[in-house]
Antibody, heavy 123, light 107 residues
């Protein structure tokens, strides 16, 4: 059974950066396709980016382009998401999630999720 | 980007009620649509994938239908544990997007 264990809550000042990690257990990271989703207080789910196996590259939502970097340390089975130039609107719970393909092309869904990491941006 | 509009944004219903949530898109997504249930403090849970396929372990009172630009999630008989927020998600485009969510509350 795949489990995704995320790092703990973070408090940052505006303009700073934060790095959230997501450790895989019960499987190896190399066999998974990791994505990141966030939820701001009172708002809905928002996809941030993730690995696209069709292109072999990490893709990002346009909103976060230039401000987010998603990386993987396969030796530690740990994925990370670093968001820079933080502003108060980045206060949110950040989730890592793996995708499962049920068909060809973009026929997939998010199956395993981390428990979420609260990032608070406040001066 | 594909824009997704969920309706209603919230609803109040009683145990045993039939509930229908609609997801509309600004371009056809065929059946590249998933539905998730999200409760406070927990990770989202997949209910339906490919518009109408029930995820293993999900009660049969949940069903999905539709294709193209209008898809629906139906709960045939609302149970106490179903009070939550529901999201649709399209994966038709390279950049997946979620609908705004529908909060189902107790009447």
């Amino acid at each position: 059974q795949v489990q995704l264990v995320q790092s703990g809550a973070e408090l940052r000042k505006p303009g700073a950066s934060v790095k959230v990690s997501c450790k895989v257990s019960g499987y190896t990271l190399t066999g998974l396709f990791m994505h990141w989703v966030r939820q701001a207080p009172g708002k809905g789910l928002e996809w941030m980016g993730g690995f696209d196996p069709e292109d072999g590259e990490t893709i990002y939502a346009q909103k976060f382009q230039g401000r987010v970097i998603m990386t993987e340390d396969t030796s530690a089975d740990t994925a990370s998401m670093e968001l820079s130039r933080l502003r108060s609107e980045d206060t949110a719970v950040y989730y890592c999630a793996t995708i499962h393909y049920y068909g060809s092309g973009s026929q997939y869904y998010f199956d395993y999720w981390g428990h979420g990491t609260l990032v608070t941006v406040s001066s | 980007d594909i824009q997704m509009t969920q309706s209603p944004s919230s609803l109040s219903a009683s145990v045993g009620d039939r509930v229908t949530i609609t997801c509309r898109t600004n371009q056809s997504i065929s059946t590249y649509l998933n539905w998730y249930q999200h409760k406070p403090g927990k990770a989202p849970k997949l209910l339906i994938y490919a518009a109408s396929s029930l995820q293993s372990g999900v009660p049969s009172r949940f069903s999905g239908s539709g294709s193209g630009t209008a898809l629906t999630l139906t709960i045939s008989s609302l149970q106490p544990e179903d009070f939550a927020t529901y999201y649709c998600q399209q994966t038709y485009s390279t950049l997946p997007t979620f609908g705004g969510g529908t909060k189902v509350e107790i009447k």
